[in-house]
């Protein structure tokens, strides 16, 4: 049953039409984003500044390849090739940069030197863990993040 | 004033970010997006260029690769995450080196270079177009446009005859047909330019420079003729 009448038969034309440009249901200034502690908010705004349906477009882009390229990365060391596993990080290493995680650009930067460096893959086993511990957790973070901008685009 | 542009670069965040920044720039036209060298190498000497947003290190040849390669040279910034790139980079003379992520700013500054860069080399093409520079057996060599008999293509590279020698580079009639004075040379067939100060004689679909034949094709033969002097 509708209840309309209710609160419209009272309100003049004036206002109704105040109401409906100003719905009481949604705020006039936009609602700010909480951004994960471990995002980089200044480098994220010096590259989108507040445009969140362009960064939702980059993070969704950004996992789409992601995803295999770590893949790959993580078979090319279970192979022990090396040349691939630096030429992967070597290619994964910017998208972190282009989603405000430039601490996982500058971590994947080292691991890449330590690979030119290596001359057996055995010598990288403990920076390898430690980096994909780090590139696990930050692929989290960016799935989480691209799912929050979603849901805030949407609203 | 719109410069047209390629960007090869294998990562797509990258891409799209760079792609982005044309758009907003106003000044570009994007002509494609190539994810490895070969492909792109395959639309640049079908396609002159003014502009390559260029990575350097992607699946099976590096960028440096594809700048050997190419038989013309357009101006190229250089995309990379890598700084140690800017040694060779300036070998290279390209015009700027955006290190991923860049912001717009700083796309916008190597933007800036590329047209003042772009504007100097109009006046230069036009105060000296009686010679060419070819890429031939890893040199710039010069030819000028009075030495050279005519062009002949041999797929994808092109065979520049003079009386002297024969020059062999990496490029396409079709490029090169933009590219040459027209003034002195005119595309006579598809596989042939000629310089039309060399045409000794012609013989209905045939003219002959220096004693070689050279096939004259239904499509040009009107111009060829209206091009000559003839009494």
Known sequence: MTTDYLVNHFIDPITQNRYNYFPLNK?????????????????????????FPYMEEIFSITLSQLKPDLNVFKLSFERQDLPSVRQMVHKIKPSFGFVGLPAVQQ?????????????????????????????????????SEYFKFKEYNQA | MSLSCVIVEDLQVAAEYTR?????????????????????????????????????????????ELLDQLGYTPKVILTTSKAEYAYD????????????????????????????KDNATAVAE???????????????????????????????????????KKYITHNTIKALEEKVNK????????????????????????????????????????????????I
């Open chain 1, 27 to 51: 705020p006039t200034d936009p609602k700010p984003f909480i951004f994960n502690q471990k995002i980089d908010q200044e480098s994220l705004h010096s590259l989108y500044e507040d445009d």
């Open chain 1, 107 to 143: 971590t994947c930067k080292q691991f890449e030197d330590l690979c030119a460096n290596a001359t057996d893959i055995d010598e990288l086993k403990t920076p390898y863990i430690a980096l994909c511990n780090q590139l696990d957790d930050a692929l989290i973070v960016i799935e």
């Open chain 2, 20 to 64: 982005k920044c044309c758009e907003k720039s106003g000044l570009l036209e994007v002509k494609g997006h190539f994810t490895n060298v070969a492909d792109a190498l395959t639309f640049l000497n079908a396609n002159t260029v003014d502009l390559l947003f260029l990575d350097v290190e992607m699946p099976g040849a590096t960028g440096f």
């Open chain 2, 89 to 116: 980079a300036f070998e290279y003379s390209v015009i700027d080196f955006l290190k991923k992520p860049f912001t717009y700013q700083r796309f916008s500054e190597a933007l800036q270079k590329a047209v003042a």
């Open chain 2, 126 to 164: 036009a105060t000296a177009d009686d010679h060419i520079f070819i890429k031939s057996d890893g040199k710039l060599v010069r030819l000028n446009n009075d030495d050279i008999l005519y062009i002949e293509s041999m797929g994808d590279y092109v065979k520049f005859v003079t009386a002297e």
């Open chain 2, 183 to 230: 003034s002195s040379f005119m595309k006579v067939h598809r596989s042939y330019i000629v310089n039309l100060t060399k045409i000794d004689d012609i013989r209905e679909n045939d003219l002959f420079i220096k004693g070689t034949e050279i096939p004259i094709s239904k499509a040009h033969k009107q111009d060829v003729l209206k091009r000559l002097n003839i």
